[in-house]
């Protein structure tokens, strides 16, 4: 195989290991509900990435797979280490690097061999029940396969490869169901095979190197090969396999691939969902969606499984929300650059939001730039699922403190005017709770609408200027003048409080 910087799953544990960001679950935990419970009740105590080692009904001799690997991307820190720095690098360095990183394009290598194919299961021999796959929640609709999982499929017309992370749900032995969304990757890919009535190949991607799942889960624009892009990352070509029953690539030493194709004849969709989202919510409503009829499952000797729990809420932030917040605030960054939007200094997206909203700082140089702003990130494509809300806050404000951003929100805004400005009835997410159910009809519309929301927490320009205010037209802050702070601090110990110790 060819040497290059690419870790695979196994050597992404040991480092998480030695930096003790990793535990070993021991203990016997089921798939059905408990594996999701105890997953969420790390996250909520800001725990390590967990390896599920004692998976009920599947540590039997003979197991096909008996461990699954979750929450490995579950934190800045681990983000952090999987992109190669010092597990408390800040977030800005970060995004930086992920700006800078998004557009180094390395295309991949052919190997002839790789681990991922040490054991090649064709015809009867597949069973998708052979591996420890969770219900993750207890008003998910089925085993949810598909929640790590990097999905490659390959345009028919320009051979271009797409790999993207969309949910799947285990029907049978042999049969997943997707939620295939039209606006997304594969889904424009659909649409082409639909068109030519011929079934889309696709592969299955569980376990290797955590980059993959970082780019997957991140809208690379349609022209570009999710590949090339982890090769950018990694400074060196990926080193992929051919499938054994679909023309498509994979990393030579994942630890499973499920190979299949999808119908486009809507006769033989299955019933999917519902899920636990990313919303937090169970939002969506169970339907027929399209069905991968496997035709391979190929996988190294003793396979990890790879899942996560999916579900932003309150103190429980995930996998997803992590990788969305760093992913998110460079693509913001990038479409401002290309837009040509000077005097951005930061993005910020809280993990909470994973992108629906985020807040942008800013050293304003004219009145009307934060509508310039929203709108050039609402036009972009990949604000599709994301941008609902846009906070564009002055210098003095940390985007990521939330406490700063509403005291700008709270004084810097007038509701009245157009500092905030509702842009109705563009493309977004049909997946929103918050949305009227007629927004989210995905059959009718093509893609869910949103109405999207601009809070324009920047000081106004409009004012006149005053004396009173030192000839600005905003009034000044009431801080302390530094020099007035460093009188009181060499005082500090000459106060004599009471009953309180403290340095300054
Ligand atoms: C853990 C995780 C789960 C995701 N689940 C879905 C999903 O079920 N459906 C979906 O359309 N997008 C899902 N996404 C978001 C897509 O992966 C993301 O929009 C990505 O840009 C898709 O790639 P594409 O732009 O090539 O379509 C998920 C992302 C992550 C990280």
Request: hydrophobic share 40%; proline share 7%; with cysteine.
């Amino acid at each position: 195989m060819t040497e290059s910087s690419f870790f695979d799953l196994r050597t992404t544990l040991n480092l998480l290991e030695r930096k003790g960001e990793l535990t070993h679950v021991t203990g016997e935990v089921d798939w059905d509900v408990e594996l999701g419970v105890v997953t969420r009740e790390v996250m909520r105590r800001n725990g390590p990435a967990l390896l599920f080692e004692n998976i009920k009904g599947y540590h039997h001799s003979g197991a096909r797979c008996t461990r699954l690997a979750a929450s490995i991307l579950g934190s800045f820190r681990r983000i952090a280490l999987v992109l190669g720095f010092e597990e408390d690098t800040p977030y800005n360095t970060m995004v930086e690097y992920v700006l800078e990183h998004n557009a180094k394009l390395i295309p991949p290598v052919m190997v002839d061999s790789g681990a991922v194919q040490e054991h090649v299961l064709t015809g009867n021999q597949i069973n998708l029940y052979d591996f420890p796959v969770p219900r993750w929640h207890h008003l998910d609709g089925g085993r949810y396969i598909g929640t790590m999982g990097c999905v490659v499929t390959k345009d028919p017309d320009t051979k271009r490869v797409n790999v993207g992370i969309y949910r799947s749900m285990i029907v049978d032995e042999c049969r997943m169901a997707a939620l295939l969304g039209g606006t997304q990757g594969w889904g424009l890919i659909f649409a082409k095979y639909k068109e030519r009535g011929e079934p889309m190949p696709v592969a299955f991607v569980f376990g290797w190197d955590p980059i993959m799942e970082f780019i997957a889960g991140t809208p690379v624009p349609p022209e570009i090969c999710e590949y090339d892009v982890m090769g950018g990352y990694r400074g060196a070509p990926a080193p992929l396999i051919k499938c054994k029953t679909v023309d498509l690539e994979v990393p030579a030493s994942a630890e499973i691939v499920i190979e299949g194709s999808v119908s486009p004849d809507p006769a033989t969709y299955a019933m999917e969902g519902p899920f636990g989202e990313y919303s937090g919510y169970v939002a969506d409503v169970p339907a027929k969606r399209p069905v991968i009829q496997v035709s391979a499952i190929t996988h190294r000797n003793d396979p990890i499984f790879r899942g996560t729990l999916e579900g932003a809420l309150p103190g429980t932030c995930g996998e997803n929300s992590y990788l969305t917040s760093i992913q998110r605030a460079a693509i913001a960054r990038r479409i401002m650059r290309n837009a040509g939007i000077s005097g951005v200094l930061q993005t910020y997206v809280h993990p909470i939001t994973k992108g629906t909203s985020i807040v942008v700082q800013i050293k304003k140089q004219y009145e009307g730039q934060p509508k310039q702003i929203a709108a050039a990130l609402w036009g972009d494509r990949s604000s599709m699922y994301q941008n609902k809300i846009v906070i564009v806050v002055d210098e003095d404000i940390d985007p990521s403190d939330y406490e700063a951003v509403d005291w700008a929100i709270n004084y810097r805004i007038d509701p009245g005017s157009d500092d905030l400005v509702i842009f109705r009835g563009i493309v977004g997410s049909a997946l929103d709770p918050g949305s009227p159910p007629e927004n989210r009809l995905v059959a009718e519309l093509g893609a869910g609408i949103w109405n999207r929301l601009l809070i324009d927490a920047t000081k106004t320009w409009r004012f006149p200027r005053r004396a009173e205010w030192n000839n600005q037209k905003f009034p000044p802050v009431s801080t302390n003048r530094p020099a007035d702070i460093e009188r009181v601090k060499s005082k500090w110990s000459s106060y004599r409080f009471t009953n309180w110790k403290t340095e300054f």
